[in-house]
């Protein structure tokens, strides 16, 4: 079978995730620059960055809602062209006012992709599973690039410069799904928008135990996924006493184990269910965390971030047991208004491990992360256990 139309959308959709993701991971490993030229705290920092995530899952149920009505295409053009701008009015902040500002912007337009593919994608393909953990692997493969990339530039030309990279990215990115997606039909043109946001249907749909369940996973796991991806790299300069490169190695590690074995986990969903694949990445977490502060050796280190990538690879899992429990009428709808929920939820995760870290050490902020994982266990085996099919 030669390649197919569908295989050119799911190429576009995950660079076009990998530009969203680059966009917000810059900002990481040039921390303790901007900290310091800015003058502020690990905990201001990170509730900037709170704010970033927050805006980011508030956009996620009206993103869906706006694809219904103008098409995927234009949400997604709309997605990465506004990555880039925003992450201009980063780079020329003149204070950390307008820093924060910027990461908000970016955070809201950077929300505007993630539902509407996954959506897309969950229509043209069978196996979901596997699609959404190829398509979630544009942000670990940013990962891979962006500690890596952003730091090399930065300790040459600055912080300012290294995040300048986003806008090209998104250039590039942008051009290419300006001419490889082809313009979409609008699943809904006529609807009222007004009717979306009716607050009957939308606390029916979260008020369902299978829907509470699946949302309560995500929010523990997205809280852990962003204090990781907001805090790995500092966690390992300040506590291990790293170097910045090393440091940008093995966060880059880290999501090139999530990127490449997500897919993987997505596999073993569809074949063996979701909740086993879900077990697995919990499991593999706690394994990652507790390599991760026990240290000092590298390779030690290096395995931990490995186990880690695995464990944070949970969405290839947990997104298709949402879209098994919504009918395909309610998944641009649901799924959006699920994303915003658990995502403006989750989004304290930055701002308390910052604040954790300030006040208790790194051990304690990243061990609480360990301790997450493990009620997630719980759950999946009380699940189990107690029959409840949830």
Not at 45 to 59: D, H, K, V
Not at 149 to 175: D, E, K, M, N, S
Request: aromatic share 12%.
């Amino acid at each position: 079978m030669g390649w197919q139309y569908r295989e050119t959308v799911l190429t576009v959709c995950t660079l076009a995730l990998f530009v969203t993701v680059f966009g917000r991971l810059a900002i990481s490993p040039v921390v303790p620059d901007i900290a310091a030229e800015f003058d502020v705290s690990r905990t201001q920092i990170g509730a900037a960055l709170t704010c970033m995530w927050l805006a980011y899952a508030l956009t996620q149920f009206p993103s869906g809602i706006l694809a219904g009505r103008y098409g995927e295409r234009l949400i997604i053009l709309i997605s990465v062209a506004g990555t880039g701008l925003t992450t201009l009015v980063i780079v020329v902040a003149p204070g950390f006012g307008v820093f924060v500002l910027g990461t908000v912007l970016l955070g809201g337009v950077a929300g505007l992709h993630y539902s509407v593919a996954t959506t897309l994608l969950t229509r043209i393909y069978d196996d979901t599973g596997t699609a959404i953990g190829v398509h979630n692997s544009g942000a670990p493969l940013a990962g891979l690039a962006t500690p890596v990339v952003i730091t090399w530039v930065a300790v040459r030309y600055g912080w300012r410069p290294a995040l300048f990279l986003t806008a090209i990215v998104a250039f590039l990115v942008f051009i290419l799904a300006l001419w490889r997606i082809r313009p979409i039909e609008p699943s809904n043109p006529d609807g009222s928008m007004s009717e979306q946001f009716k607050l009957e249907p939308i606390f029916d749909l979260l008020s369902r135990p299978p829907i509470v369940f699946t949302g309560t996973i995500a929010i523990v796991t997205e809280f852990s996924w962003q204090a990781v991806a907001s805090f790995l790299p500092t966690f390992l300069v300040q506590y291990h006493g790293l170097s910045t490169t090393l440091s940008g190695i093995l966060f880059g590690l880290y999501f090139l184990s999530q990127g490449v074995l997500q897919v993987g986990v997505g596999a073993i969903a569809d074949r063996f269910g979701r909740d086993p694949a879900i077990g697995i990445c919990m499991i593999s977490g706690m394994a990652g965390f507790s390599l991760l502060i026990q240290g000092p050796s590298t390779e030690l280190m290096a395995v931990g971030a490995v186990l880690l990538g695995i464990g944070m690879g949970w969405g290839a899992a947990v997104f298709p047991r949402l879209m098994d429990r919504l009918s395909e009428d309610e998944q641009g709808f649901g799924f959006g208004l699920f994303r915003t929920v658990y995502m403006t939820i989750a989004a304290s995760g930055s701002v308390v491990v910052g604040s954790l870290a300030d006040l208790f050490g790194w051990g304690v902020s990243i061990g609480f992360l360990a301790v997450l994982l493990g009620v997630v266990c719980l759950l999946l085996v009380a699940n189990y256990v107690l029959d409840c099919g949830y």
